[in-house]
C-alpha cells in the first residue's frame, strides 16, 4: 500500500506527469492506494469538485486513526518547529498517518522533507518521469 497526498492526487486527476503520478496510477489500478483521513477533507473541500472524482475518493480506503494519533502528531509537529523547520498542521496530520501504518507517502510537496528527515517518514517524491 502508499498513501497518496493531496498535491500528487490533484496531479494525477489533472493529467499531470511525474513519477508521484505514475505511482499513484499503478497504485490505483492494483487497489494498493490509501488515503490518510486529511487527504480526503483537503480534497473534499474543493466546492467545484467533481462527482465523478467525489465517487472516486468516496472508493478508496483511508488510513485509520491510531490510539494516541493525536497526541504523537502534536509532538511532532513540536519537534520541528522547535528545529525551525516548517511545518504546516495538515502535512504533519498527514505524515503521522503514514508513519502509524508505516506506508509510504507519495507526493510533490517539498515540505514534507523535514518531517522525512526527522522521522524516517518514507516518500516517494514527483520527479519527473519524462
Not at 490533484?10 to 499513484?24: E, K
Not at 496530520?93 to 510533490?108: F, K, S
Request: glycine share 4%; charged share 25%; aromatic share 4%.
Amino acid at each position: 500500500m502508499i498513501a497518496i497526498d493531496t498535491s500528487t492526487l490533484i496531479a494525477y486527476l489533472s493529467g499531470d506527469h511525474g513519477l508521484d503520478v505514475d505511482a499513484t496510477s499503478i497504485a490505483l489500478e492494483h487497489r494498493q492506494a490509501i488515503l490518510p483521513p486529511v487527504v480526503l477533507a483537503e480534497l473534499l473541500s474543493d466546492p467545484r469538485l467533481r462527482t465523478e472524482v467525489r465517487e472516486l475518493l468516496a472508493a478508496l480506503p483511508m488510513l485509520d486513526l491510531l490510539d494516541g494519533y493525536w497526541a504523537r502528531a502534536g509532538l511532532l509537529r513540536a519537534k520541528t518547529l522547535a528545529r525551525r523547520r516548517k511545518a504546516a498542521l495538515a502535512d504533519v496530520l498527514i505524515a503521522q498517518a503514514c508513519l502509524d501504518h508505516d506506508v509510504e507517502l507519495v507526493t510533490r510537496d517539498r515540505d514534507f522533507a523535514p518531517l522525512a528527515h526527522l522521522t524516517g517518514l518514507r516518500l516517494i517524491p514527483a520527479a519527473t518521469s519524462r
